[in-house]
């Protein structure tokens, strides 16, 4: 089992920034992959970025190229998302996954865990 716990989220004007955490706990963290995906009112859940468990591997929505990046740091059991140059359509629930083995997938349904999600409003 995986536990994941997100931080980092808040209120933040358009074109600021704000770096989202998500701590692991329970299984080696480092044989996982892990995704944030980010759910905004009325709408679905949408993949936003991930990084491979070997970490040699990311991939990003195009929304978010060049303006967010994924990191992940195996001796804090921590994956981060640095989002900058933020939208108000950025706003949205972001939620952490993580997928054994996995190779930095954009598809929600091969990540076995998930947190529970942090709040991300960008205000115009």
């Known amino acids: 089992q995986v536990q994941l716990v997100e931080s980092g989220g808040g209120l933040v004007q358009a074109g600021g920034s704000l770096r989202l955490s998500c701590a692991a706990s329970g299984r080696t963290f480092g044989s996982y992959a892990r995704g944030w995906f980010r759910q905004a009112p009325g709408k679905e859940r949408e993949f936003v970025a991930a990084v491979s468990w070997s970490g040699s591997r990311t991939q990003y929505a195009d929304s978010v190229k060049g303006r967010f990046t994924i990191s992940r740091d195996n001796s804090k059991n921590t994956v981060y998302l640095q989002m900058g140059s933020l939208k108000p359509e950025d706003t949205a629930v972001y939620y952490c996954?993580?997928?054994?083995?996995?190779?930095?997938?954009?598809?929600?349904?091969?990540?076995?865990?998930w947190g529970q999600g942090t709040q991300v409003t960008v205000s115009s």
């Open positions: 996954a993580a997928e054994a083995w996995g190779a930095a997938s954009d598809l929600s349904y091969k990540y076995q865990y």
